[in-house]
């Protein structure tokens, strides 16, 4: 589906039925990387998964990047396709644009489940986005770019075998295949420009902020310590990198369903 939104155009899909839960995707991620959640999630709720701008089919606009922008294109999304308040859910980049949303939409965001992310980039996240700027800039291909990354988000299991680790590669590279060099260096620039550590008492609505134990990009102990700033939230560890909603699908879900149940979604 298409909507457009304020000067650009937006992609999003909508499955299952029941109280709106809006899921907002991480860095050069289309909405497809919420397929191992949407099965399990939509028996539950209506399921709202979009692409941020300048990812899949969303335009995207000349200008910088943002997270403040893309909170207001997600919340005004909302608005065009007749949504008062959703529960909330973001992964990575997706998780700042879902924090910001809280802060800045207060109304928009009934519940919020953070994912792999914190308030503002951590010093292994600042040093992974800088490497990944250089590579596009140097022009060493979308190969070595999705292999710097993966060495970063996944276990390490995953890419001890060639042939596992060949598969992983290629398949990032189809993910970010729909974000153009130009708009990952907007995004890029959108996270390391971040900052809403000093905001975090504004989110009102009950949280849960999801990490993974062995997550070297975004250490669990910063995000336990952002939960214990937000006024209502609750910390979870699962057993996974930084790639929660792959690693521990079943998990994340599982406790994803039940802590937006218990707020009454």
């Known amino acids: 589906m298409i909507a457009r939104v304020g000067k650009i155009i937006m992609n999003f899909d909508i499955k299952g039925g029941g109280q709106p839960l809006t899921m907002i995707s991480g860095m050069a991620s289309d909405l497809s990387s919420w397929s191992l959640q949407v099965p399990s999630f939509a028996l539950n709720f209506m399921t709202i998964c979009l692409d941020n701008r300048g990812t899949g089919k969303t335009d995207t606009p000349d200008g910088p990047f943002s997270i403040e922008v893309m909170a207001h294109d997600t919340a005004k999304l909302l608005d065009v396709i007749g949504v008062d308040s959703s ?8 998780g700042k644009i879902a924090l910001e949303m ?9 519940s919020l489940v953070l994912c792999s992310t914190t308030a503002m980039p951590t010093p292994p996240e600042v040093d992974l986005l800088r490497a990944m ?27 001890k075998d060639r042939r596992v680790a060949e598969g992983v590669v290629k398949a990032r590279m189809a993910r970010i295949s729909g974000t153009s060099d130009d708009a990952l260096l907007r995004q890029i620039e959108a996270v390391l420009d971040y900052d809403a550590s000093g905001r975090l008492q504004g989110v009102k609505c009950p949280t849960l902020v999801v ?15 952002m939960s214990e700033e937000i006024p209502k939230a609750k ?31």
């Open 87 to 94: 529960n909330v859910v973001g992964f990575g980049l997706g």
């Open 102 to 110: 809280a802060i800045t939409h207060p109304t928009k965001v009934k």
């Open 133 to 159: 700027r250089s590579i596009i800039e140097k022009r060493e291909g979308r190969a070595s770019l999705a292999k710097l990354e993966l060495e970063w988000t996944l276990s390490p299991r995953y890419l």
């Open 211 to 225: 990490a993974g134990s062995r997550d070297r990009l975004v250490p669990p102990d910063l995000q336990r310590q």
């Open 235 to 265: 910390f979870l560890s699962l057993e996974s990198s930084h790639m929660v909603l792959m690693e521990a699908a079943k998990d994340f879900n599982q406790n994803g369903i039940g802590f937006l149940m218990e707020q009454g979604a």
